[in-house]
């Protein structure tokens, strides 16, 4: 690629939900500090929730799924993701054209890795081509090593062994390695995303370099590794970017009580509970957690999505009202830098974990599905600043072992060495994008790339 003399230009295509939006977003507004111009690509129907999330220097555009609003919500990944293959393809073309002809020709095409044909437009049209992975590097390990064949499903009882990972066992491993029919098509959506990605000429991984040495470091064998995490808005970590107060992205409306609610508790006295965006608890998980609640006699923040409440015990809400507060969404950022926060009960998806990670809240895991029992085992085993609740008949966790948990952390005899790991785990991924940083220092990387006009080696 000959070196130009326009600013350097990349065209960024995340993955259309909002736990990819997010850290893609993230990037994009470092990226646009250190002087490259953003064209973020979305969807419409995720443009008009946006909410002023796109700053001055970040210009959005709009691409085809081949869908309608009405349409894609009833669409299963196993037709979705062909349709958005075929009708994204050609309209990411028709945009990196269209911009051409306007004087902003781009340079690189930052995708996720959920879109691999992202890669293959770039390509084809002699751009440079970045993936982005929104999971851990630990996690990629797993879904690669299944990508190539090197993993076979495992047997129950069976340890796994992999290079850069501690000893897994079955429980460990992402949910839809063993159970792909309640969830068709998203096995394949995330082996699938290693399509090409060897030929990418950087992978971008939202995740610290200190959290997961080895891994990243067995995954630069294969492939062109820079961790550029955590994506959380700077002004909870570094502080440089001073308008970067937020995601600016948000498909719920936060409810503004939860925090005058916070101002009035103890600090470390409250118990914060959120399953994300879009776990789908049972009704007794709820009934479970609901109970337990009550039985530990703390104080607690509980997030319940409006389309979830109908499963909350009868009569909860009122009975506990003078424990708690049940909300059906809030700022979380803002809730887990609270000082009144002891004790984050959650899923363990990867965005809500480094965001524990980043603001030093010990944990404990409740996975539910995906990459997060493997967070868990991590949050518990390697990282040390929390557990992992232990499901019982029929997969769901006990009220009993609840409690036994949310003693344990906020509590028990190791509660305050879990605190002491949180708190250097937050000094670490604050230095990690500060200046000088692992994170800051790959990105730089990058950059100095794009403005030098020579692409990195390729693997």
Known sequence: MEKTQHKPHCLILPYPIQGHINPMLQLSKRLADKGIAITFAVLENVLSSTDDAFSASISVETISDGYTAATRAAALPPEYLPAFRKAGTESLAQLIERLREGGRPVDCVVYDTFLPWGLAVAKRLGLLGAAFFTQSCSVNIVYYSLFKGWLKVP???KEVLLPGLPEL???????FLLDR???PGSFELLVDQ????EDSNFVFVNSVYELEEEATDWLKKFMSVKTIGPTIPSMYLDKRLQHDINYGLSLFKPDDTCMKWLQQQ??????YISFGSMAKLQEQQMRELATALKLTGKHFLWVVRSSEASKLPRDFVGEASGQGLIVSWCPQLEVLAHDAIGCFITHCGW???LEALSLGVPMVGVPWWSDQATNAKFVMDVWKMGVRARPGEGGVVGHEELVRCVKHVMEGERSEEMRGNAM???ELTKGAVD????????IQEFVSTMVGGEALPQK
């Open 155 to 157: 047997e129950v009882g």
């Open 169 to 175: 066992g079955v429980a460990d491993l992402p949910s």
């Open 181 to 183: 029919e309640t969830h």
């Open 194 to 197: 290693f399509e090409g990605v």
């Open 266 to 271: 103890s600090p470390r006295s409250v118990i």
């Open 351 to 353: 965005n809500s974990t």
């Open 424 to 426: 250097k785990w937050k």
């Open 435 to 442: 200046e000088g940083g692992s994170s800051d220092n790959n």
